[in-house]
């Protein structure tokens, strides 16, 4: 196994970082993490025993994915600063790998001072949706010019990048994250009411759980619109504004108000044991109100033996069958989210059968040990 650096941008957790922790602890004997901010991204780890260090400038943490051209400029000599010390890092190890797209362009722009070879894990969908004119044009040349190997998580991401770039989608390798299933199976599912009660929820209940950071395109929004058109279920909403959405966080809040099911809602805020809080639920839901590059939760749902209800766009589309192992409904439409939940609620037998299947695609095509053996063999052939 050649030594790798590892570089990502957020010192928080999300599922780029998720997927890096992974890697980073089964690499920890050969390998470094630098982040470009602190946070509990760092404590988690090094708690894994991963060697980290912090790099960080808060003007250039500060650059959003839709800064205009002269707030790029603006921020010129921080990002120099940071290419020059993640180049001086790198040096030592065999391999840069580069988790996030600002890890990309601060790691990918050293390339001549560092002569490393780069691999960049594309965790995102590069459309105008997601990103600014700017930051899309540096994301193509640094491809082009920099970045020698790059692996997607899922075909959608392949073909934004192709659309991008140029390069033949069908030539990047796609890895899609790996969950852990036996964190879900060391919880005790089977006592519902004992679970609820660890968790601080109502035990007599119908739960609908939504998993995620609040965020407007994640859709809580469209969750709180479903809830109001049905009658004796409660929604518990797992997660926090992470990057800047605290407006938002308080908008669902008052929207909960308004409709009149503020009683019904459940705001849980960050929890650390997701395999507890997804057991605790009736169904999971997954309300993306644009494509998905991935959908972590959803596998995370799949591997709790929940039904999961997801929307049907990007990556989503690669890991939900629709009535098979899961039920796929049209992004935004919260009538459709809000029948699809009456069906798997007044048909428990289904509902049990696509959690089963769920439950088995989950080990089988989305396991932790194939997510790390293809990821390896990538940083393998990288370093060649």
Known sequence: MPSVLFVDQSGQLGGAEFALLQLAAHCRARSEVVLLSDGPFRARLEALGARVRVISDA??????????????????????RQVRAIAAHARRFD??????????????????????????????????????RVQLNIVKWLVRLAVDHVVVNSHASARSLAALTGIDADSVPVIYNG??????????????????ARLGLPADVWLAGLFGRLAPWKGQHI?????????????????????????????????????????????????DDVPAWMKAMDVILHTSTEPEPFGRVIVEGMAAARPVIAAAAGGV?????HRHNGWLVKPGDARALGDAIDTLRNDPALAAQLAAQAFSDARSEFSVERYLQRMTQAIGQAAR
């Open 59 to 80: 003007r250039v943490s500060e650059v959003v994915r839709h800064a205009s051209l002269a707030r790029c400029l603006q921020v010129v000599p921080g990002i120099f």
């Open 179 to 196: 969950i852990d299933a036996r964190a879900f199976e060391r919880v005790d599912g089977k006592n519902m009411a004992a679970l609820r």
């Open 223 to 271: 969750a709180l619109d479903t809830l109001a058109r049905l009658r004796d279920m409660h929604l518990v909403l797992v997660g926090a504004p992470l990057f800047g959405e605290d407006a938002y966080a308080r908008a669902l809040h008052e929207q909960a108000a308004a409709l009149g099911v503020a009683d019904r809602v459940h705001f849980a805020g960050f929890q």
């Open 95 to 132: 391999v840069l790998f580069l988790n996030t797209q600002k890890a990309l362009v601060l790691g990918a722009l050293g390339k001549p001072l560092h002569r490393r070879p780069v691999i960049w894990y594309q965790h995102d969908i590069l459309t105008r949706e997601h990103f600014g």
């Open 317 to 321: 589309t690669e890991i939900v069958r």
